[in-house]
């Protein structure tokens, strides 16, 4: 018998097959139809914006590795940076902007600390937040979809920023959210009011708009259903975990609805979160941004005050911070926590507990 | 449905591929032409040769006398002639000498025949499980008189017999389960009689329902105290930690032993000896080994020698197929892989694998992106990403305050590595070094 090459290596020899390239790839077929959406509802532009964000993206990451002599692009990991900068773009901006975004995300925010894996801050997130306070302006322009409202609303402020700006006038106090808008006239669907109509306007039209991604604002981020559609096949392929998202959402929720009303002159427990939670960056943020994982923490429980503190933030920058982007700065503050929280929440360790209890018992004795 | 127990902490589930071979009843080797008889196939020091090159040897003469307090005695399997002793690489790269034997053509016949055992006392079966040379057959070999001497002021609450066989592929505990019933569990109880615990629990993974209703039956047929545990499968339910775990719900505190809790732990690979070695006073001189894997023609769960050369037990397989990358000794997710086919069967020898799948999963190693898998499916609740990083950066010292040594190379985080980072390669090496 012909004895073939043997491959001699440290157990264990089975693996569960999935590589960092397939989880890449799967976080970007989860953000697909969301991204999708965006394109259908604004038009060709917001492909062109996606397309140029993706393509700017991967070739610095090839001109990086050209450079350091690495091949990294078809982990896949450029190519999500470049589809999230993508969705966190309004339809309408300048080309230079995506382009700029991505340079700096893959430059600056990766590989200036090493590559992948070593970044503390998304770099998608951090090419947003880039641009955003670069060029506010033109990050602020945003069109409505096409199925809603007049012609002349090309350029129209997002939902959060009409809320934002009227907040604290006295001309809304004692209003929710929802009433907010309905005070200035803000458009709504058709779709939308139908749906509020027939359920006796229990909804409001523009929290179905915000669900259904009816709405203004970056190309990806609008349509809620389909990014938690998103999250629930990362959650099933086991790519995220509930902790971070459900952490985040439900600490922001609790906060918005104790002291929400606060902030325009109603009493405790009376804030109109459901509207906040799908409208501007929410829901990207929660499923997509704040469970990166290089930058979010490998325990459960670290999980836990990750996504709690970032609900926090949110919740604060939201309510009472007078600058935009509360998801986004809110996620970047925890990032810096996260060596932190990696430091000192250790996972319980098998036969810890009683070895503990046991000492006491003799120290006692 | 009903709920079964298993561990919480971490682990994983593997494709068991357990139908490959699990249907295959027990059959016996043809007697080989020749053995290599290591003088280690146990934990701790090496037996030291009775024997010399040029004597001939009976059925069960012991060839090899243990050399120190965790030690056991070797004896020969076959009647033959010692051809020589030499130094041996075995499969988990243990060097020892080995007798290497040319067996006689003529085999005596030689009956092993039960004696009564009910009027020993706890001294004399540890003395004669000790003369009979057993040891753990669940592939840590540990010696089983050892492991029965309960330390003074302690005693035994649980006599937790493992039937879980939780690695992929092997399949020789399961059909001795089904095969030997009576015999396995007159061994549980020999060892009740030398440990007199207050309670037996056989713990089963439900993948092996047959084992767990025949299992069931005999028990009360024969009105035997023993309580047959159906366990949730889970990966890796058969060491002894997480076993306690489930069945009877007891953490070994770390760096302790299962007596520390109340607990003795026995496979029933050993409790099949123990029987042997009891009541037929018959050394543990062979066992049933599961060959298996994709490579292999016809997979079989054969009762072989010890000693016997894995190349013999391929040819009664029907050889592997044309390309075939790895062999390995034990189950894929701890078992050693070793590139000899000449190498023997040792007492702790579960299973002869033969995959060829390797390439493939051969994939290189990228980035950690600190996904947290390896982090969550520990079974020991430690950080293998972390320790890897320390262990490459040569802080020996810090790895060991993060636990290192708790780690049992169960092999769940670099399974489940996305990176493949060869993370158990990492902490077999971090505590290897870091000892020194």
């Not at chain 1, 009409?162 to 929802?178: D, F, H, N, R, T």
């Not at chain 2, 016996?28 to 280690?40: A, T, W, Y």
């Not at chain 2, 047959?228 to 069945?247: I, M, R, S």
Request: glycine share 10%; charged share 15%; net charge positive.
């Amino acid at each position: 018998m012909e004895i073939p090459k043997l491959y001699v290596s440290s157990s264990p020899h089975l693996h569960d097959r999935p590589t960092t390239a397939s989880i890449m790839w799967n976080v970007s077929i989860a953000l697909a139809p969301a991204a999708l959406w965006g394109v259908y509802a604004f038009g060709l532009r917001a492909l062109l914006v996606l397309v140029v964000s993706i393509v700017s993206s991967v070739l610095v990451e090839f001109l990086l590795g050209k450079i350091s002599k690495q091949f990294t692009i078809t982990d896949g990991s450029a190519f999500l940076t470049g589809l999230l900068i993508g969705m966190n773009m309004p339809p309408s901006v300048p080309l230079f902007v995506p382009i700029l975004a991505s340079i700096f995300a893959i430059t600056v925010a990766k590989w200036v600390f090493g590559g992948l894996g070593a970044n503390w801050i998304n770099p998608a997130l951090a090419g947003r937040v880039f641009v955003f306070f670069s060029f506010t302006g033109l990050m602020s322009q945003y069109s409505l979809p096409r199925f809603v409202g007049s012609v002349d609303s090309v350029s129209q402020a997002t939902m959060l920023t009409a809320m934002k700006m009227q907040i604290g006038e006295p001309a809304v106090q004692q209003l929710g959210s929802s009433a907010i808008l309905e005070s200035i006239a803000y458009p709504a669907s058709r779709f939308g009011l139908s749906v509020s109509d027939s359920l006796n306007g229990v909804i409001s039209p523009y929290t179905v708009d915000a669900f259904f991604g009816l709405i203004g604002g970056s190309l990806g981020e609008i349509s809620a259903v389909l990014l938690i559609a998103g999250a629930i096949y990362l959650m099933v392929k086991k790519i995220i975990t509930w902790h971070i998202p459900v952490c985040f959402l439900g600490t922001f929720s609790l906060l918005a609805w104790i002291f929400g009303g606060l902030r325009n002159g109603m009493g405790l427990f009376q804030g109109d979160f459901v509207l906040q939670l799908f409208s501007g960056g929410m829901m990207l943020g929660a499923f997509f941004m704040a469970t990166d994982m290089v930058t979010s923490p490998t325990t459960k429980k670290g999980m836990v005050i990750f996504g709690v503190g970032i609900g926090f933030f949110t919740f604060l920058l939201r309510y009472f911070g007078s600058l935009p982007e509360s998801v986004s700065l809110a996620i970047i503050i925890m990032n810096i926590f996260v060596p932190t929280i990696e430091k000192y929440v250790l996972p319980k360790r098998f036969g810890e507990v009683e070895k503990k209890t046991k000492s006491t018992k003799e120290a006692n004795a | 449905m009903q709920r079964f127990p298993t561990f919480r902490k971490g682990g994983v589930h593997p494709d068991d591929k357990k139908s490959l071979s699990s249907p295959c009843a027990i059959e016996r080797l043809p007697v080989p032409s020749e053995l290599i008889v290591p003088l280690s196939q146990h934990l701790g020091a090496p037996a030291s040769a009775l024997k010399q090159k040029g004597e001939t040897l009976d059925i069960g003469e012991k060839i090899g006398k243990a050399s120190g307090f965790i030690s056991a005695d070797v004896h020969s399997p076959v009647a033959g002639l010692i051809k020589d002793i030499r130094k041996v690489t075995l499969a988990n790269s243990v060097v020892c000498d080995a007798f290497v034997i040319a067996v006689d053509a003529k085999q005596p016949v030689k009956v092993w025949e039960e004696q009564p055992y009910a009027h020993l006392s706890g001294a004399q079966i540890i003395s004669i499980v000790q003369d009979m040379g057993v040891v753990g057959t669940g592939g840590a070999t540990f010696p089983t008189h050892v492991k029965l001497m309960v330390p003074k002021g302690k005693s035994v609450d649980a006599l937790v017999v493992n039937g879980v066989e939780c690695e992929p592929y092997l399949t020789a505990d399961h059909r001795l389960m089904l095969e030997e019933t009576d015999k396995v569990l007159q061994g549980v109880m020999i060892v009740a009689q030398a440990v007199s615990p207050k309670r037996i629990i056989i713990g089963v993974e439900n993948n092996k329902p047959d084992a767990i209703e025949v299992l069931r039956n005999a028990v009360s047929q024969k009105g035997y105290p023993i309580d047959v545990v159906p366990l949730k499968v889970k990966y890796p339910q058969g060491d002894e930690k997480q076993l306690l775990k489930a069945t009877i719900g007891r953490e070994i505190p770390s760096g302790k032993l299962p007596i520390d809790v109340g607990a003795l732990v026995l496979n029933v690979g050993t409790s099949f000896a123990v029987y042997e070695a009891v009541a037929l006073r018959k050394p543990l001189i062979d066992r049933v080994v599961t060959v298996s894997g994709e490579a292999i023609a016809s997979p079989k769960n054969i009762r072989t020698y010890v000693g016997t050369k894995v190349v013999d037990l391929l040819a009664y397989c029907g050889n592997p197929k044309e390309r075939y990358e790895k062999m390995i000794s034990g189950g894929p997710m701890m078992g050693f892989a070793f590139f000899d086919d000449q190498t023997p069967i040792t007492k702790g020898s579960s299973g002869i694998l033969v995959l060829d799948n390797q390439k493939e999963l051969d994939a290189p190693t990228t980035a950690c992106i600190s996904c947290g898998r390896c982090v969550a499916v520990c079974p020991m609740g430690l950080q293998p990403t972390k320790l890897y990083k320390l262990i490459e950066h040569r802080r020996y010292e810090d790895a060991m305050k993060m636990n290192l040594m708790d780690c049992k190379e169960c092999g769940c985080c670099a399974y489940t590595c996305p990176a493949h980072i060869p993370l158990v390669h990492g902490m077999k090496l971090g505590k290897k070094l870091g000892r020194k």
